[in-house]
């Protein structure tokens, strides 16, 4: 037989208890609690919300918690509805939380009660909410309102449940996002034992047997319900945010793309891949183990996908399936960076201690990756087609073209900057000339120059108002460009 190929501190997040005296009502049970704040006065405070879209019960936790729930389960409104709703109540979105997306993204709660918004600029403010319009519920009739799959739970109930509690963050469109779930110790470890190694009889070898070797991480236990069930955790919560298609599955890859590199795994020379519920698990991973979990979940989400080898940079990526006009080299994919966050589409110009690094200087060639050599593509499979690269190529064009203006400005503004010195110091000269002149007691030659002075001093002014104009204009270029820059990359 021939042999091929041959941490991070879990955190368990304690729901902050909230110790004052709620009310409690006595319910009917036809009373309609969408929208509504809960509280589970029996036990600890713990604060729910029941979302009118599916009904479903979210939990608040602490004040941070509230607040990103809240905002995470918002629905875009226009400017001309927010001073509508502002004016009358919000009658058709009793109990939503509403974005106002023209306005940075400002959020407001909708009393169920008398459809007035309520504000949400800090977190502070979500715990406000709860204590003011908070309601009392039984245990009883809290248990009746089904739990979201998308919330997390308190730690009194994860702890009555076999797993590990994790804590995930991650950023997409510029908006932070987190996910509690818990995960199974014993598959942890039935993975952890299983074989790395791909074996083959001489004679029996496979057509690739790199390709036969990927092949291992990409099949799941017959125990393991767990790999795709957080994957469900995640399209949920995304449809709650009104994303589908494409927009949800870049929302689920910057999931991966933000889980932490492992750089100990790199340093220690530790070839070992992991399986992608190990990656989760560990919540770490150097890029194979990565881009096993983004295409094993890519093909779950019914996309077609592979895995982009480089090997002479000792790197590997995502290729989700595209149209060849847009994808990589004409490859029929279109590639996905999972070390660090990356717009779908977008080749890093450098790799830096195992990760991908963005670079101002290297914007011309985003789509292309030569800088990391020759292109294997592995574990091909067919399916939907990632359409979203139109648009990520034009924001690209856009901040190319902003940076190409800068360049292209700043010689001329040193152009300018050398005049105005220049100018600034004839003055001087000029100047000291007419001191002489008048501390000698030459009044006669002094008042002759005068006017020539004050001709270069206009001169100077107009330069200098001009030359301002200018920095301010380049200024204001160079903010935009920043901020472009930093939108794109989440930065």
């Known amino acids: 037989m021939t042999k091929l190929f041959s941490s991070k501190s879990l955190a368990i997040i304690t729901a902050g208890l909230i110790y004052l005296a709620w009310p ?33 019960r979210y939990y608040l936790g602490r004040p941070n918690d509230a607040f990103t729930v809240m905002r995470n389960l918002g629905l875009g409104i226009s400017e001309s509805n927010y001073a509508q709703f502002k004016l009358a109540g919000a009658s058709k979105f009793k109990g939503r939380i509403l974005l106002r997306v023209q306005a940075n993204g400002e959020a407001y709660y909708v009393n169920p009660i008398d459809n007035k918004l309520n504000y949400l600029g800090r977190p502070t403010d979500a715990f406000d909410l709860m204590r003011r319009f908070g309601l009392g519920i039984s245990n009883d009739n809290l248990t009746s309102i089904n739990i979201a799959a998308a919330s997390a739970l308190p730690f009194s109930e994860q702890a009555l449940n076999a797993g590990v509690s994790h804590h995930y963050t991650w950023t997409y469109d510029n908006t932070p996002y987190y996910l509690d779930v818990k995960l199974n110790a014993e598959l942890f470890q039935s993975y952890s034992d ?3 190694v791909y074996t083959y009889f001489v004679g029996s070898e496979p057509a690739d047997p790199r390709a036969a070797f990927y092949g291992m991480f990409l099949q799941l236990r017959v125990d393991d319900q767990e790999t795709i069930a957080v994957l469900n955790r995640l399209n949920l919560l995304a449809q709650n945010l009104g994303y589908s298609g494409d927009r949800a599955m870049a929302f689920i890859m910057a999931f991966i793309q933000y889980i932490p590199y492992d750089h100990e795994k790199l340093a220690a020379g530790n070839n070992n891949p992991y399986y992608p519920f190990e990656t989760l698990y560990l919540d770490k991973g150097v890029c194979a183990d990565k881009t096993f979990l983004a295409v094993l979940w890519l093909r779950s989400l019914g996309y077609g996908a592979a895995i982009l080898d480089f090997p002479e940079s000792n790197h590997s ?14 490859s029929g994919y279109c590639y996905i960076e999972t070390t660090n966050y990356f717009p779908i589409g977008v080749v890093p110009p450098n790799i830096s201690n195992g990760q991908a690094v963005v670079s101002k200087d290297q914007l011309d060639s985003l789509f292309k990756a030569d800088s990391l050599g020759k292109m294997d593509i592995k574990q091909e499979s067919s399916g939907k087609l990632f359409q979203g690269m139109s648009l990520v190529k034009a924001e690209a064009a856009h901040i190319l073209s902003l940076r190409q203006e800068l360049d292209q400005t700043k010689p001329e ?4 900057q050398a005049a105005v010195d220049a100018t600034y110091e004839a003055l001087k000269i000029q100047e000291a000339e007419l001191m002489s002149y008048k501390n000698s007691g030459d009044i006669s030659t002094y008042n002759s120059l005068v006017l020539a002075y004050n001709e270069a001093v206009a001169t100077y002014t107009a330069q200098t108002k001009t030359y301002s104009e200018a920095v301010t204009a380049y200024n204001l270029l160079a903010q935009e460009f920043n901020q472009s820059y930093r939108n794109f990359y989440q930065q």
């Open 24 to 56: 409690f009502l006595g319910l009917q049970a036809s009373t309609d609690l969408s929208g509504r704040i809960l509280l589970q006065v029996e036990s600890h405070g713990e604060a729910w919300y029941v979302n009118p879209i599916n009904r479903e």
């Open 317 to 330: 990526a995502a290729g989700i399936a595209c149209p060849v006009a847009d994808s990589l080299a004409g």
């Open 413 to 416: 503004l040193d152009v300018q």
């Open 194 to 196: 299983s074989s790395k």
